[in-house]
């Protein structure tokens, strides 16, 4: 079974634990305790790397400001460019909804 399908599944009962929640501290709590300092990190300046990429800062800039690798940052790009378009539209959505 490729990688991809194995985590169908995987991704299912995450959506499904993330959307029981409450926006806000329930949330919040769960995420303190579910993931480490390190994974919590990770995740954010994947995010910012989206939202770089989105605003049309260069890998290098990224790179300097984020203190990630270039290959992350080509990853990021790829998936931007050639990802799944209903992906880069939710991107999108959450950065339009995010103040500042």
Same mark, same amino acid.
């Given at each position: $079974?490729?990688?991809?399908? &194995? $985590?169908? @599944?995987?991704?299912?009962?995450?959506? =499904?634990?993330?959307?029981? *929640? !409450? &926006?806000? @501290?329930?949330?919040? $709590?769960?995420?303190?305790? *579910?993931?480490? @300092?390190? !994974?919590?990190? !990770?995740?954010?300046?994947?995010?910012?790397?989206?939202?770089? *990429? !989105?605003?049309?800062?260069?890998?290098?800039?990224?790179?300097? +400001? *984020?203190?990630?690798?270039?290959?992350?940052?080509? +990853?990021?790009? +790829?998936?931007?460019?050639?990802? =799944?378009?209903?992906?880069?539209?939710?991107?999108?959505?959450?950065? +339009?909804?995010? @103040?500042?």
């Amino acid at each position: $079974m490729p990688q991809q399908n &194995k $985590m169908v @599944p995987l991704v299912k009962e995450l959506a =499904d634990i993330l959307g029981s *929640l !409450e &926006k806000g @501290p329930e949330l919040e $709590m769960f995420l303190h305790g *579910l993931l480490t @300092p390190s !994974e919590i990190e !990770e995740i954010i300046n994947r995010w910012h790397l989206l939202c770089a *990429l !989105e605003e049309g800062e260069t890998h290098r800039q990224i790179s300097a +400001r *984020l203190g990630v690798s270039l290959g992350k940052i080509a +990853r990021g790009s +790829r998936l931007i460019k050639y990802g =799944d378009e209903k992906f880069v539209n939710i991107v999108r959505k959450i950065k +339009r909804q995010k @103040p500042g």
